[in-house]
């Protein structure tokens, strides 16, 4: 995957989490987007030899980035986490603020992404976190 292709995938995740989101949020979401990235702990299990993996990231978070900020941290040699869960965490008066949660394991192999079947490979949307008590079809603020 190219890094315009990974910016490509980032941009069409970030509407797809946006408008997913709105099925859940009364909250006026924004489409000039900002990005907090969460390194997800990584694992030096032998079985994954064929990932490239940073150690030194697991457990970090950067914050507020724009999208080629995100496309310049996690496109690493020609890799990119094989996973990365995107959600709208908050909006505010000029933007919305998705959380991408990343896998520690990298790789160029299309075959070894997460989220393949529905063409957003290596994004995987899920919704925004529910408040507790959550009823199924009401909507809450951020």
Request: glycine share 6%; aromatic share 14%.
């Amino acid at each position: 995957m190219t890094k315009i292709e990974f910016l490509f995938h980032l941009q069409g995740a970030s509407f797809q989490a946006l408008k997913f989101a709105e099925n859940y949020v009364k909250t006026e979401l924004k489409t000039n987007f900002k990005y907090n990235v969460i390194f997800a702990e990584s694992t030096n299990d032998t079985n994954y030899e064929e990932f490239d993996i940073y150690e030194e990231d697991c457990g970090k978070m950067k914050l507020d980035l724009i999208d080629s900020e995100v496309v310049d941290l996690l496109y690493r040699k020609g890799k990119i986490p094989i996973w990365i869960d995107i959600n709208v965490l908050k909006s505010s008066r000029e933007s919305t603020t998705f959380n991408l949660l990343c896998a520690g394991r990298y790789s160029d192999n299309k075959e070894k992404f997460y989220y393949n079947h529905n063409g957003s490979r290596p994004f995987g949307v899920k919704s925004p976190k529910l408040p507790m008590g959550y009823e199924e079809g009401t909507k809450f603020k951020l």
